[in-house]
């Protein structure tokens, strides 16, 4: 067989590049730690890798989203723990400022003490969040919830946002709610003692002082208006104003000690009602803490010195709002509990995440990474090949039958 001395360098300059080509992509896989550069390196390797990374990509916006709800709620939990501190902190002062002794003075000083505590309230509940947003405004991020506007003379708070809650998705079949509504908060409070509000009547003559009462007997209590109506200083009729009808009538009367004519329920009253004097018990309804604390304000700001009937009727005023004070205080511990189920929830997702991405590392990894000690060997057999044939070559190349004439 006749070969050509074209053929000749043909043959060698193909094997060069080879050698070139295939010490290259061993060079680029060290380099790299990669053994595959390119899909046609190792197709299905390529597309496990591919399929691996996007659900890495997926779970790494699903962490991402993890970390901003844990941030959301432990802003939340840390306003609303201002919100218990503030409230255990006015029922400490209104109980100090049921103190028979004080002042009108004294009580003065008390009822600004509590209007620090309603600007510190209404500054909270218009918390903003990192980004801007007001925390508790529902959908309304941009909308201040909370708005005063004064009506003859007295606050009135409005709440103008939404009962909206912002989710965000934390894992593949999660949403989580990472604010709560102003009006669950602060709005949505169970007026006295969360199923009946008792009250006695502003025009009372007499010293009578209603407590909160209780239901005793669930079943009896049929959450109806009811009207008590002392005939004498020593007597009562009882009358179920949602019927019409009279439940009792000539009911003796002693001071402090249970009344128990309205079916379910038990109260008492202490001091000295006068004839004529009404109580009532109603059915207990959504109390703003705004108003509880006005009305606080309003009761501590109000002269009695020298006057036991309104000293009566401000005392009244003071038992019905501690009532509405310990309720506020269950609902923002109950929003309290819920926000911290969810932080638990964010830092169990947040583990469950972090293994998955330690997974799907270790995948793509056993996918796509290389034997070290496999392709030092192989470039080192490369290298050789290559300095071999282009020995061999160079010798070949050189060789005509020129050299021989």
Known sequence: MRVSTSQIFDAGTRNLIDGQSALYKTQ????????????????????????????????????????????????AEDRLKSVVDSIQFIQEEVVAGGNASYSDAQRMYIAKSLQGQFDLLFGVAN????????????????????????????????????????????SGSRQIAVN????????????????????????????????????????????HNYTLTFTSATTFDVTDTTTSTTVATGVSYTSNTA????????????????????????PSCERSLFNTLQDLITAFSTPIQGNAVA???????????????????TN?????????????EMQSLSGVAADQEVQYAKQI???????YAEAISRFMTQQMQLQAAQQSFSKVSGMSLFNYL
């Open 332 to 344: 923002v511990s109950r929003v309290q509990a819920s926000i911290g189920s969810r932080m638990a």
């Open 180 to 223: 709560d509504s102003g009006r669950d908060i602060f709005l949505r409070n169970s007026a006295g003692n969360g199923s009946f509000v008792t009250g006695a009547a502003a025009a009372n003559t007499g010293t009578g002082i209603v407590d909160p009462g209780s239901v005793v007997t669930p079943q009896n209590w049929t959450g």
């Open 259 to 282: 009344i128990t004519s309205v079916p379910g329920v038990a109260f008492t009253i202490q001091g000295a009602p006068a004839a004529g004097d009404t109580f009532s018990v109603q």
């Open 28 to 75: 680029n896989q060290l380099s790299t730690g990669r053994r595959v550069l390119t899909p046609d390196d190792d197709p299905v390797a390529a597309a496990q890798v591919l399929l691996t990374s996007q659900a890495r990509d997926v779970n790494a916006m699903y962490a991402d989203n993890q970390k901003n709800a844990s941030s959301q709620l432990a802003l």
């Open 311 to 329: 000293g009566a009727a401000v005392r009244n005023t003071i038992n019905a709002n501690m009532a509405n004070l310990d309720q506020a205080l």
């Open 365 to 371: 990894s056993g996918l796509q990474d290389i034997d």
């Open 127 to 170: 918390s903003l969040d990192a980004s801007g947003h007001y925390l508790f405004s529902g959908y309304q991020g941009e909308t201040q919830p909370f708005q005063q506007q004064n009506v003859a003379g007295t606050i009135n708070v409005n709440y103008v946002g939404d009962d909206g809650q912002r989710l965000l998705q934390v």
